[in-house]
């Protein structure tokens, strides 16, 4: 099992009001597997993001992410991990706008200090593999449409070829045409053997996947 949460809790104290975003929550990800995780605003979704994403830890309970129980790990572990295992898709595309697409894709690499000439070449298979024309490689960011951002976005996850992929509302930003053809691209990924998890609102999404969890009041259920 590539990801396995056991009975993990996440409580916020916030003086007089204390949070309990996550309550007792069990949920195990085989390699290779497709899930997404639905829920309403408010339900604890972006607190599961965050663990599973090594973002953050638990109150009480367990995280283990290719064996590796994140809860006890420092903050130095925690960040390799995420460099190297995980890759991150978000809604409003994080990409940094003085930056090239190519630049963006390149950055993951740089910071694990892979050579240039090597961070070039990546770059352009990654471009090729989520169908992006080589024209765009020095575009900035808002030279691109919302959809090849997505699409650069998507590329930089990929960077250093992590285990996990986790998408938060891939297709939040993004027209139902575009989304589709994102949310084909992942599954397209999925079936070259990538762990894909969806967190979303969008029954739609659902569509696309193996498996769907609902979370409601930090709970989740199938």
Same mark, same amino acid.
């Given at each position: 099992?590539? @990801?396995?949460?056991?009975?993990?809790?996440?409580?916020?104290? /916030?003086?007089?009001? !204390?949070?309990?975003? &996550? =309550?007792?929550?069990?949920?195990?990800?085989?390699? *290779? %597997? #497709? !899930?997404?995780?639905?829920?309403?605003?408010?339900?604890?979704?972006?607190?599961?993001?965050?663990?599973?994403?090594?973002?953050?830890?638990?109150?009480?309970?367990? @995280?283990?992410?290719?064996?590796?129980?994140?809860?006890?790990?420092?903050?130095?572990?925690?960040?390799? @991990?995420?460099?190297?295992?995980?890759? #991150?898709?978000?809604?409003?595309?994080?990409?940094?706008?003085?930056?090239?697409?190519? %630049?963006?894709?390149? &950055?993951?690499?740089?910071?694990?200090?892979?050579?240039?000439?090597?961070?070039? %070449?990546?770059?352009?298979?990654? #471009?090729?593999? !989520?169908?992006?024309?080589?024209? #765009?490689?020095?575009?900035?960011?808002?030279?691109?449409?919302?959809?090849?951002?997505?699409?650069?976005?998507?590329?930089?996850?990929?960077?250093? =070829?992590?285990?996990?992929?986790?998408?938060?509302?891939?297709?939040?930003?993004?027209?139902?045409?575009? *989304?589709?053809?994102?949310?084909?691209?992942?599954?397209? &990924?999925?079936?070259?053997?990538?762990?894909?998890? !969806?967190?979303?609102?969008?029954?739609?999404?659902?569509?696309?996947?193996?498996?769907? /969890?609902?979370?409601? =009041?930090?709970?989740?259920?199938?």
């Amino acid at each position: 099992m590539i @990801i396995e949460l056991k009975d993990v809790t996440k409580i916020y104290d /916030m003086g007089k009001n !204390v949070i309990r975003a &996550l =309550d007792h929550v069990f949920l195990g990800v085989e390699e *290779g %597997e #497709f !899930v997404t995780l639905m829920g309403p605003s408010g339900s604890g979704k972006s607190t599961l993001l965050n663990m599973l994403g090594c973002l953050d830890v638990p109150t009480e309970g367990e @995280i283990f992410i290719d064996g590796s129980d994140i809860s006890k790990l420092e903050d130095e572990e925690l960040t390799k @991990i995420r460099r190297d295992k995980i890759g #991150f898709v978000f809604q409003k595309f994080n990409l940094i706008p003085t930056l090239t697409a190519a %630049e963006n894709v390149e &950055l993951p690499m740089i910071f694990k200090k892979v050579p240039p000439e090597k961070c070039h %070449e990546r770059a352009m298979e990654l #471009f090729a593999m !989520v169908n992006l024309d080589e024209q #765009f490689l020095d575009h900035k960011p808002s030279e691109l449409s919302s959809g090849q951002q997505q699409r650069v976005a998507i590329a930089r996850a990929l960077a250093n =070829d992590p285990l996990i992929l986790l998408a938060d509302e891939p297709t939040g930003n993004l027209d139902t045409k575009t *989304g589709k053809s994102i949310m084909e691209l992942l599954g397209a &990924l999925n079936e070259e053997g990538r762990t894909i998890i !969806v967190v979303t609102h969008d029954p739609r999404l659902s569509d696309y996947s193996k498996r769907t /969890m609902r979370i409601v =009041d930090g709970g989740l259920c199938s």
